[in-house]
């Protein structure tokens, strides 16, 4: 399972990447591209689906033996996005001695200085002229090689880094490219590497969405293994245990219709067509529904029979910094995964829905835990409460308890991963 894992995660430096490692796994378990510009065909029970949004959001369906009218849906969601460096467009600076930095933006909320003195590359799409204008063709890039290198100022200029060290997005954080070894290499160096790469021309480029990630590869840690130190733990773990969960039904068919909802732009607060605030899922719903002879008043009546299950990584206990949590509610790595609650209803989770996925995990004989913030810590947020102004479901917010949340390199635990399976393979059971 964690071999599985890790090469998920080797596959998936990005979100674009990271929605066609979850495609190929599907198509290799018998599920189908739909076409989200056709009608959809008429379905039956036990058809399998996915349709992609933006090539950076999936949602995969496994149509169940009773009308979704009827019974609803069983919903895993979780998201594929994870904080990094967007590269600025016209991003080279060529600088003293012709050393090329690059100009990048900063995605989401990295603990910026774990990105320091460490081998980085490039991944994302590149976007190549099409048919016309409005139709221009996507191409996956995923530059395996170490490229880039964000270099820490040495301790001799500034003998109070290890006192903490206000970090500027814009100065501090450029990687290096390289240096040019030529006039004609200045100003092209990352368009250079880009059409090789790809196989393309130049002049065929016409944009892209390129990101750093950390080439080291995932691996446990441990004297046991029991750890696992990863890039994108927080959400492509969940992903994928749900991936796994998904798969583990695809030979026969369920009671009920199941689906994997893996959204982008968690990080920067979900408001985008491709993000948890779309209409996107709720739209796709109601027209699977009426494929499949439904109507709009069975589409109400399938969200008041459905149950959502939000994945999204929780924080586990830092020994540390005990100081820093819930003095009853702190759950620990090896523990089971975590129901989260906020009074503040920035989880999803309440009494009901917590208690139906306490009782799951009972059923698939996991551990489950519990967090909740410090309360004079204001925490973070996902997706299951945005999902609700478009779905109203009923559903809970947990995942599994990690340390470092947005480090370049986040620790889980094995063991919970294996849990996490497990319970979503129990829920899926429904
Ligand atoms: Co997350």
């Not at 997005?169 to 990687?175: A, E, G, I, S």
């Not at 909740?372 to 109203?392: E, F, M, Q, R, Y």
Request: net charge negative.
């Amino acid at each position: 399972m964690i071999d599985r894992l890790i090469e998920f995660l080797q596959e998936s430096p990005v979100n674009f990447l990271a929605v066609q490692a979850v495609a190929r796994r599907l198509e290799a378990a018998g599920y189908q591209s739909l076409d989200v510009t056709s009608p959809f065909p008429s379905l039956r029970a036990g058809d399998k689906y996915y349709v992609t949004k933006n090539d950076s959001s999936l949602y995969a369906f496994h149509l169940g033996e009773h009308p979704m009218s009827e019974t609803g849906f069983r919903l895993i969601c979780a998201h594929c996005d994870s904080p990094t460096f967007r590269i600025k467009p016209h991003a080279e600076m060529t600088g003293e001695g012709g050393i090329v930095r690059l100009n990048t933006e900063v995605y989401g909320g990295p603990i910026m200085s774990t990105w320091f003195d460490r081998p980085l590359s490039l991944a994302g799409r590149v976007i190549v002229r099409g048919e016309d204008a409005l139709h221009p063709r996507t191409l996956l890039l995923h530059i395996r090689r170490p490229l880039l290198v964000i270099a820490n100022l040495a301790i001799h200029f500034n003998r109070q880094v290890n006192d903490g060290v206000k970090l500027s997005k814009q100065k501090d954080m450029l990687p290096l490219l390289g240096i040019v070894s030529s006039q004609l290499e200045e100003g092209n160096l990352l368009m250079n590497l880009t059409t090789s790469e790809l196989n393309v021309e130049a002049r065929d480029i016409l944009d892209f969405d390129l990101y750093l990630y950390d080439v080291a590869p995932a691996t446990t840690v441990g004297a046991h293994g029991e750890f696992i130190s990863a890039g994108r733990l927080d959400d492509l773990s969940m992903v994928h245990a749900g991936l796994e969960a998904l798969l583990s039904t695809a030979d026969h068919v369920p009671p009920t219709t199941h689906v994997l909802a893996i959204f982008d732009n968690e990080e920067t607060g979900s408001q985008t067509k491709q993000g948890a605030g779309s209409p996107f899922l709720a739209q796709t719903l109601e027209r699977l529904i009426l494929s499949q002879g439904g109507t709009r008043e069975g589409f109400f009546r399938a969200i008041e029979q459905s149950f959502m299950i939000s994945a999204d990584n929780a924080h586990a206990w830092h020994p540390n910094y005990s100081e820093k949590y819930d003095p009853t509610n702190h759950p620990v790595l090896g523990g089971g995964p975590v129901i989260k609650f906020n009074a503040a209803q920035k989880y999803a989770s309440d009494a009901v829905s917590a208690a139906v996925f306490a009782e799951i995990c009972r059923e698939a004989n996991v551990p489950c835990q519990h967090f909740v913030n410090h309360s004079d810590v204001a925490g973070g947020s996902t997706l299951g409460n945005i999902l609700a102004s478009s779905l109203p479901l009923r559903g809970v917010d947990m995942g599994n308890p990690i340390l470092g949340m947005h480090s370049v390199r986040e620790t889980g635990s094995t063991l919970d991963h294996q849990y996490c399976i497990q319970a979503f393979t129990q829920f899926f059971r429904n």
